[in-house]
């Protein structure tokens, strides 16, 4: 069975940072695209971030030159360094992950979520 636990989520006053992890575990075969959305109380859930196994990068414009997205393939760990926040990113933050299972068929997988608060 595959899981994506996330880590690094807490509160941090506005200006601040935070890196948040991400780790699959279980039996698969391989990760393609892996990425961090974030749901914001009464609003929908939206992309943040993504990078595929090359290391290319996606972010929504609102967290352009703010966040950072990296993976480490080796240790099937995806993080977002998260740099300048302000009140406006908090939410509950999901990794996702796109994973090819040992029954050849490409999955998508969702973390528990990690909740992120900005606040002073």
């Known amino acids: 069975q595959v899981q994506l636990v996330e880590s690094g989520g807490g509160l941090v006053q506005p200006g601040g940072s935070l890196r948040l992890s991400c780790v699959a575990s279980g039996i698969f075969l391989s990760i393609d695209v892996m990425g961090w959305y974030r749901q914001a109380p009464g609003k929908q859930r939206e992309l943040v971030a993504v990078?595929?196994?090359?290391?290319?990068?996606n972010y929504v414009d609102s967290v352009k030159g703010r966040f950072t997205i990296s993976r480490d393939n080796a240790k099937n760990t995806v993080y977002l360094q998260m740099n300048s926040l302000k009140p406006e990113d908090t939410a509950v933050y999901y990794c996702?992950?796109?994973?090819?299972?040992?029954?050849?068929?490409?999955?998508?997988?969702w973390g528990q979520g990690t909740q992120v608060t900005v606040s002073s």
């Open positions: 996702n992950a796109d994973i090819l299972t040992t029954l050849l068929r490409r999955t998508d997988y």
């Open positions: 990078i595929n196994t090359r290391g290319n990068t």
